[in-house]
């Protein structure tokens, strides 16, 4: 077997849940020194699949071989040992401690005070991640605490921290999703450094732009199985997207021209206080006709969030004023604001767009649920509530196991901001926010949801759609404006800019002329 | 082993029911093997919990006394016990935790004490006064803490411990100074038309206590249970306390929700405290606060702080509770060990949520493999 040539390999991996089977019968290998990726949409498999691979699941079928060996993976701790390491989607970081303490927890290097007194070697640890931050690229301070520090070097953090305990084979779980395009490109060039000094990398991702640019091999999964393995350089991201999603797959979303009428939202001079009580977005001013989809494009943190809170009333505004159809909605609630016609489907779907213990048809009546129709004088109808999740579910395709019944927090991502977005949508308000309202999501959700955004311009609705992804706002906007530092230096036609001017723009370039030699200011990208 | 543990408690239906039941169960094994430990007989000692409650018949009764009579004082003991519970799940509900109880429970037995059970009015008059004097008292001070946590963000397990410090050493002055009853040190006895039970009816022959607010402690039960599941004011409730962030972006008002949901589970602990001590009791003993606020925590997490359940785990720790006086007396077990067993009980109460979580793990790892069993 080992002659094989492959560092791993997972034969006939067969794992089941209660009402789903997870990986039906996969066989993988991977090569020692490869950059791997496994594509999929969401639900395919492919985080169980390395689950399993790292210990976190035993498979109920199937065997894995690594080195050449036959073993049995029990615990992540096992699968550690044997030179495996993963950095999960979400941090596994403890937010008071420092990159030192963090990345040594769990094997931390010992001294002995006075001969006898076991003690953390701080400085020795110190030292090692100074010099393995060195060698591999990843700059870092060790002192620096944890939650002083932006997403991406926390990262990098989670990278050295299996650096740091010689693995070997480094699994990457959608690493790119929480990144800024000038953070993935970083993270691209420190995955291919790791494969130069000869770790074996293993992506799941279900973006095939970084596949493209980064993986050797790449192997294919829908609804558990394993569909093919594809050399990348030979194969077309066209061909990859059909295989992943089972379907053609157009990438140019079809809309229409737009057809802006009367001014539906207008922001004038507005402030608004970040988490810090710094100014986070700064004397904004725009306008969104009916039928007008106005993206917003800019790196993370600048802004974003508290501009689409101040809209929807979660913040208040500093200085300014918001007019909605002529109406000042300034000093407005938020309950009041959405019944004047805003709707918002927020950045964070687990804690604020969901309250996840609830079923899903209470979430689907969350923002109606004390209107008429929908309770009397107070008492909840709850046969109202089923009907309205039913048609909801219904119109909307949201999957779940028990229906209306499910709990909100047992359904899959995309399900769940299929739900927000449902509830939004029927509210038919003249103004929906959409804030990074694919994050996370598979091809076919994406594409799902900018047909709703369009559909919604197209019923007159105007839209503000703030995304970090700019092939989303290229795609999608009518009107495209670029925040950065809390400021909007641009606002123009999505026809007059082009992709990389946006992306100047969002990096802080003042010059409208552009250009290299600009000068860039940096920052803004506060965690 | 595992695969019976998931067998018992996993799946959704009735999960939660099933979990209490079994950390009841486990807990009275723990108890019997300590009674064993001691060289008493676990199933005698058991039933001399239920005798003492009367829900079994004892050998022999006193003159006047069967086991009707022990019934109807273990519902006067209950009465409390259900009002308490209830405070804590009103307020578990909007997701804080109560400690307060106890010492609302003594505002308004103090209150209501003073107030109405030193006059002369009426037992028509004091008796709905008095029970109007509890909520209006527990309101304001459960509403106290509300506000507290929104204005001033104090975590209102803090403030509600202090206070119960607080209110327990104004009212331990107030009595001493004022109000103590010379010969028994405690607070001057309530007259009977102020108190809430019936002590010593006479009627088929029998002398027995009959608890007034009884039916009203089943019936708030329910009216709770009504607000929570079945109204917009409960729907809002619930979405504050299982998501602040969500709350708010629905657009519902996270202090008024907060403010409300402690002053109903204050104006509940009210009724609990005239239920207590001008009912089952009908005095008040200076410089303690009451445990029944504290045990009630437990309660109404046994009882997954529904309503309903907060009834019938009210009724089981009652049981040990007032049955535990008698199983001392018959077995010669000291009171300490039906302590030590209603706090198993509540110990394993605690793990309930571990529990679920627990069998929510193992379920998934051996969910594959029951269903290949199945196809």
Redesign the interface.
Known sequence: MSDSGYIIEMKHI?????GLIANDDVSLGIRKGEIFALLGENGAGKSTLMSVLFGM??P?EGEIFLRGEKVRIASPRKATEMGIGMVHQHFRLVSNYTITENIILGSEPLKRVLGFIPCVNMKKAEADIAALSEKYGLKVDPKAVISDLNVSTQQRVEILKMLYRDAEILIFDEPTAVLTPQEIEFLLDIIRGLRDSGKTVIIITHKLEEIKSVADRCAVLNRGKLIDVLDVATTSTAEMARLMVGREVSFTSDKTEAQPKETVLKVEGLTVEGEAGNEAVKDVSFEIHAGEIFALAGVSGNGQNELADAI?G?KTAVRGRIYLNGTDITDL???KR?EAGVA?I?E?RH????????TLS?NLA??R??KDGF?KK???D?KAFEENGTRMIEEFDIRSSRGNKTVTAAMSGGNQQKAIIAREIALKTPLIIFMQPTRGLDIGAISNIHKQMIAERDRGAAVLLISLELDEIMDCADTIGVIFDGRINRIAKASELSVNEVGRFMMGVEDKQGGGTNKVRTGGTAS | MKKLIVKLMGGERFQTMRVSLFCIITSLIVGAAILLAIGKNPLAAFGNLLQGSGLMPKSSYAGRQNMFTDFMSFLDALTPMIFASLAVSAALKAGLFNIGVSGIMLASGFTASVLVGQSELSAFIAKPLVILIGIAVGAIVGALIGWLKYKFNINEVVSSIMINYILMYIITFFINTFFVDPISRQSKTITDSARLTLSGTRAFDLKFDVSLAFPLAIICAIVIKFLFD????G?EI??VG??R????????SVPKNIILSMTVSGALAGLAGVTYFCGYFASIQPGVVPSMGFNAIAVALLGNSDPIGCIFSSFLVTVISKGSIYMSSQQGVEMEIADLITSVILIFTACAEFLKMYVGRL???Q??????GEA
């Open positions: 067969t794992k089941r849940f209660p699941y035993e109920d929807a979660l609630s938020i309950r959405t918002y927020p964070d804690n604020v767009g969901l309250v996840l213990p609830f209470e969350l923002k649920y004390y309770s107070t008492i909840i709850r | 079945r109204t917009t004011t729907f619930k979405a299982l998501s962030k969500a709350a708010k972006y629905a657009g519902m379920s998934m790892e969910g594959g493999s029951e269903e290949a």
